[in-house]
């Protein structure tokens, strides 16, 4: 067995280093072992990155838009031909299959090309001749130093929901990304300088709730995207913003499956297995929760059942369906929910724990796991289990359907699937979600527009990229203008009007 690779934070252009007081395990899921050990930040080290970050900011700012978006291009490309070694170091320390890491370094991308578009998506307005030789115009800047706190799930494309538009606006950024899986973000951080991005324009810290606090309430960080865990949401959302920032903060999910008795069984089953076990279940935008209008339940159960026997659970490097969960901890806390909805009286049809893996038996298995029966109550609902699990509700009718979807706290992401378009448009109309998928399990918008829940699943006013990005990471100015000539000389303490 190798040893460990330490794994360090990234500050002004290079590796930190510095000795941590406090490291952190990181394990390949698909084996059980440790492969690297991840320094995790002391307030010390986060003041460097922000330092650095604010340092870099009066040039970057003053750069102009044809420099920024000619590293935007250059990184666009370097990423474009490195994926697949993003998509590996993913694989290797979340354990989700090779193919899947590399769909979410595309998606990824999507948002880097979307703001290699910077320059239009700055242009402000211009009115000309508001008064008598005076004109008006509006401007959008950039905030300053910008932090992005990531989860596990994601670690290339959830950071880079944000930081291509951070950057491409003029911001700097400090990059905090899950200590769990650390190492995509030092791979993107050295395309960043390869791409000829000024040092400290991009700095990554790694760490867990010191170095977040750190950051929420440094008087240098202008503004906060987090996305995690609904409490911990909620936690950024208000420490942050009572230190003055500005914050989105993305939180979890739970999404629902509506299907309605005229849609094609078949092609459901096909979207609930692949939204419902995709990524081991570990997105925030996996459907958890088919709620089936009656009388379609039977057999849509068996069809998933079928399609279920079929999928291969292994190590994500071996070519499987789906791979381990991303740590033993995580295994077992999902696992333990097999009991809890036995024991809450709903029907296990499938128990992923008696899955037999393609991989070595340390890793953290457990296979696709199948409820019917689940009722509002039961803790299997309730709770946001992010494993491969998924329940099957059944009700009597699109209202009883379009009542258990809002009556939940949560709005992330939500799919109906019928042949009836009236009842779809309904659905898209009434539901309490932000992002809705018409005949499409798993509706993620792509970048140009904007990513984002209700609810518990967001926290802030804005969403995720696309003009809402762009607005997030800049602020407005109006300039009214004159250029004097004698005919706008003498007093008037009057309030200005137009003339
Ligand atoms: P998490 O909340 O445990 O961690 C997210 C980030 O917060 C990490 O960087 C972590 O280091 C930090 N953190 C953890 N505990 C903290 C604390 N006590 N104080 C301050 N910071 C802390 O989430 P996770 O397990 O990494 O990711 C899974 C969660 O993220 C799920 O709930 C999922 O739904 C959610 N998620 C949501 C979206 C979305 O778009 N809404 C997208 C991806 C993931």
Redesign the pocket.
Known sequence: MTDPTRITHWIGGKSWDGEAERVGDVYDPATGAVSGRVDLAAPAEVDAAVAAARGAFAEWRNASLTKRTQVLFAFREILSARKEEVAAAITAEHGKVLSDAVGEVTRGLEVVEFACGIPHLLKGGFSEGVSTNVDVYSIRQPLGVTAI??????PAM?PMWFFPVAIAAGNTVVL?????DPSAALLMAQMWADAGLPDGVFNVVH???AA??RLLEHPDVRAVS?????P??R??YETGTKHGKRVQA????KNHMVVLPDADLDLVADAAVNAGFGSAGER?MAISAVVAVEPVADELIAKVKERIATLRTGDGRRGCDMGPLVTRAHRDKVASYLDAGVADGAELIVDGRAVEADGDPAGFWLGPTLFDKVEPQMSIYTD?I?GPVLCVMRVDSYDAALQVVNNNPYG?GTAIFTNDGGAARRYQNEVEVGMVGVNVPIPVPMAYYS???WKN??FGDTHAHGTEGVHFFTRGKVVTSRWLDPSHGGINLGFPTQT
């Open positions: 706190i990531s989860p596990f799930n994601f959830v905090k990304p899950s200590e769990k760490g867990d709730k977040v606090d987090f996305v995690g865990s609904t911990i949401a936690y950024v993305l939180g979890g999910a925030c946001e992010f992330n990513f984002g829940g699943s967001l």
